[in-house]
Nanobody, 124 residues
Framework: QVHLVESGGGSVQAGGSLRLSCVVS????????AGWIRQNPGEGREGVAS???????TFSDSVKGRFTIFRDNAKNTLYLQMNNLKPEDTSIYYC??????????????????WGQGTQVAVSA
């Protein structure tokens, strides 16, 4: 059985940083595409960052230059380093694993497994 458990969310002031973690069990993270998706209640999902098994990464325009995605395969853990946070980054962040397609250098994640989400709140 596959489980993804996020942690690291919290409340910060604008300009601050947070690092989200996603511990994966039940599958080898090194063999799967993975990423972070955020969603506020009543709103649509936004793919924030994704990474394929080769280490290629893609970020949404809204976070590019501020967020980094990386994985520690030995720990089977996916991370999202978020710097220079803005109030508009406030959301529930979900990690996900699945399959990737890479088109024109952009990594598109099709999620198959999801975590339960972790709340990030950024105050002005």
């Amino acid at each position: 059985q596959v489980h993804l458990v996020e942690s690291g969310g919290g409340s910060v002031q604008a300009g601050g940083s947070l690092r989200l973690s996603c511990v994966v069990s039940g599958l080898p993270l090194s063999s799967y595409c993975a990423g972070w998706i955020r969603q506020n209640p009543g709103e649509g999902r936004e793919g924030v960052a994704s990474t394929d098994v080769d280490g290629d990464t893609t970020f949404s325009d809204s976070v590019k230059g501020r967020f980094t995605i990386f994985r520690d395969n030995a720990k089977n853990t996916l991370y999202l380093q978020m710097n220079n946070l803005k109030p508009e980054d406030t959301s529930i962040y979900y990690c996900a694993t699945g399959n990737c397609t890479v088109l024109n250098g952009i990594v598109h994640l099709t999620p198959r497994y999801w975590g339960q989400g972790t709340q990030v709140a950024v105050s002005a």
